[in-house]
């Protein structure tokens, strides 16, 4: 498995030298959001890299290419996911097919939505953990499509925006520490995002 999706990073890297680079990229983020295996700050990273002076430019078709494939994730939980109240044929091939993207952890998304719901989405776009299962799950769990719409959209280009922003600004540095540590960042976040938020509520509600 991790040879198969070693050889695919490759793969998608390698458009970074094609004259297809922004094509590729578009497409990358749209089917990433729900099937894709790798991430699109993959080909992010090394298209701004290329050209610094664009690094902005290629964030803002990452977000929109990705908000439109979350879109087609989400319609892919919403009307195919089910059959009655069992899986179809749809959902057993993600779970046996897609990396990432288990049966377990689509229930524990479940449980998050029922808990967490708005900010669940929103950390979504940071986490590790790959955003397909997010947007399917959205969908296939009648989360509002107006509050998955707004969530999405906003972490999505958050990331993407703050990624080439470091590009812009550092380069090759930053190039470096973001691949090292792009985890522990993520995870970082979403502990400060979940303590704001649980301060807010206890200031506001308490």
Same mark, same amino acid.
């Given at each position: 498995?991790?040879?198969?999706?070693?050889?695919?990073?490759?793969?998608?890297?390698?458009?970074?030298?094609?004259?297809?680079?922004?094509?590729?990229?578009?497409?990358?983020?749209?089917?990433?959001?729900? *099937?894709?295996?790798?991430?699109?700050?993959?080909?992010?990273?090394?298209?701004?890299?290329?050209?610094?002076?664009?690094?902005?430019?290629?964030?803002?078709?990452?977000?929109?290419?990705?908000?439109?494939?979350?879109?087609?994730?989400?319609?892919?939980?919403?009307?195919?996911?089910?059959?009655?109240?069992?899986?179809?044929?749809?959902?057993?091939?993600?779970?046996?097919?897609?990396?990432?993207?288990?049966?377990?952890?689509?229930?524990?998304?479940?449980?998050?939505?029922?808990?967490?719901?708005?900010? +669940?989405?929103?950390?979504?776009?940071?986490?590790? +953990?790959? *955003?397909?299962?997010?947007?399917?799950?959205?969908?296939?769990?009648?989360?509002?499509?107006?509050? %998955?719409?707004?969530?999405?959209? +906003?972490?999505?280009?958050?990331?993407?925006?703050?990624?080439? %922003?470091?590009?812009?600004?550092?380069?090759?540095?930053?190039?470096?520490?973001?691949?090292?540590? *792009?985890?522990?960042?993520?995870?970082?976040?979403?502990?400060?995002?979940?303590?704001?938020? *649980?301060? +807010?509520?206890?200031?506001?509600?308490?």
């Amino acid at each position: 498995m991790f040879t198969v999706l070693r050889k695919l990073y490759n793969w998608v890297q390698h458009w970074s030298e094609t004259p297809y680079g922004l094509l590729a990229l578009f497409i990358l983020s749209f089917s990433e959001a729900s *099937f894709f295996p790798i991430p699109p700050d993959v080909l992010l990273i090394a298209l701004a890299l290329g050209s610094r002076e664009q690094a902005l430019k290629f964030a803002l078709i990452c977000s929109i290419a990705s908000i439109a494939g979350g879109l087609v994730g989400y319609s892919i939980g919403h009307f195919i996911w089910w059959d009655g109240t069992n899986y179809n044929s749809i959902a057993i091939f993600f779970f046996n097919n897609v990396p990432g993207f288990t049966e377990a952890l689509f229930q524990k998304i479940q449980s998050q939505y029922n808990h967490y719901g708005f900010i +669940i989405i929103f950390t979504a776009g940071f986490t590790p +953990i790959p *955003f397909k299962v997010f947007t399917i799950s959205a969908g296939a769990f009648d989360i509002s499509l107006p509050l %998955f719409l707004i969530a999405s959209t +906003i972490s999505r280009s958050a990331r993407f925006f703050l990624v080439s %922003f470091l590009i812009w600004k550092y380069g090759e540095k930053i190039n470096y520490f973001i691949n090292r540590y *792009f985890n522990i960042l993520s995870i970082l976040f979403v502990i400060i995002l979940f303590g704001s938020y *649980f301060l +807010i509520n206890f200031i506001f509600v308490n």
